[in-house]
């Protein structure tokens, strides 16, 4: 089962990592990081590299699509080269799925139209702009369409999607091997929660990242 | 205030990559992925490099250590050089802290002998072998010293060590800024709940991973 998971310049790490250390450990899956040029990905605050072996034209028909988010989509979002290339992959996927702002990609790509969708909180009105309903939950799934909300949500797709692509034995597996057991310090990860401080905090951050 | 993150070969992503997330998102935060020999470095099933920057003579004095693990953890137990670089930046470092068999390489350097310490399920009777008192917990204070059990509980350590270093409202909001607000489909991230084929199953991957 070979997966495909796209980089970019400027992309969130744990977007595409959270899924790749679940999906990879699915018995038959062969991970495939792919770019529109192979190489060392650098992520949206310039510090870490991800590398991509692969070119887009290298994998044409993976199982499972895997787009990350990350500012940088916003450049790829008139990337004709690569939403063609996410279109020809959706005609022939099991399963295409996305995690945080990945999902404005799909949406360009015009695979969201009429399906209810996610992505971060921060960005989820715009799901409108691509036909798409918009929804805060934190792992929509419609048919083989599965989207996540924001970064760390990718981990729960993932499980999510292991669950379906290869069974529930398997993917409670890998939840342990990954020790997901969560216990986050705060009960703020989403803004229906958050105090009204905590999210004006957190938007002022964003702000402070993309300026940087 | 530097963060240094390790890398080697063989190292699990997800690992370096959820503290990572975490922890650049503080506003003074210098994130300096480093290495023995600076470039790409494999992850334990060789199919994604992260990139190194920075050599370890390049890094001598960051602010915060954090050490991830992985199988190639086992190579550098007896790594003279890597373990001298370690206790040298503990000597400084105001947080020194480990996710999975991170904790090892801590311990092999004489970090942990006589504190509580944690690691990944599968590995922590080890932590006895370098003096420390391994504690199934997901996150072990004591001191300035830091560990985290498996994988994705680097994330949960490093929300839990924004806290301490920047502030809870700064930790609160970068929760949300990773939308941190985890739904595990299933409720097998701890051997202590997970039923036992379940355990199996997961042994079972982890041998087949190494074998690999």
């Known amino acids: 089962m070979q997966v495909a998971i796209l980089l970019f310049d400027g992309l969130t790490a744990l977007d595409a990592v959270g899924p790749y250390e679940v999906l990879w450990r ?18 949206d605050n310039r510090a870490l590299a991800l590398v991509a ?9 993976p199982d499972i699509l895997v787009v ?28 295409t799925t996305s995690v945080c702002t990945g999902s404005l990609l799909l949406g360009a790509a015009g695979v969201l139209q009429g399906l209810d969708a996610t992505t971060h909180w921060l960005s989820l009105d715009r799901l409108a ?50 020790e997901y057991d969560p216990h986050p310090p705060f009960d703020t990860g989403s803004p229906r929660r958050a105090p009204p401080e905590v999210i004006e905090r957190a938007r002022a951050g964003s702000r402070a990242a993309q300026a940087r």
Chains 1, 2 share one sequence.
Do not use: C, Y
Not at 53 to 61: A, G, I, N, W
């Open 26 to 43: 699915m018995q038959d899956a062969e991970i495939a990081f792919v770019a529109a040029e192979p190489g060392p990905k650098w992520t």
């Open 53 to 61: 072996e692969r070119s887009l034209s290298d994998v044409q028909q």
């Open 68 to 95: 990350p988010g990350g500012f940088g989509t916003r450049a790829l979002l008139a990337d004709e080269a690569l939403l063609d290339w996410i279109r020809r992959v959706h005609a022939t996927s099991v399963w």
């Open 129 to 178: 702009e691509f036909g798409a309903r918009p929804v805060q939950e934190r792992v929509v799934r419609q048919g083989k369409v599965i989207t996540a909300a924001g970064v760390s949500a990718g981990i729960d797709m993932a499980l999510t999607l292991a669950a379906l692509a290869a069974g529930d034995d398997v993917a409670r597996a890998i939840q342990l091997n990954i």
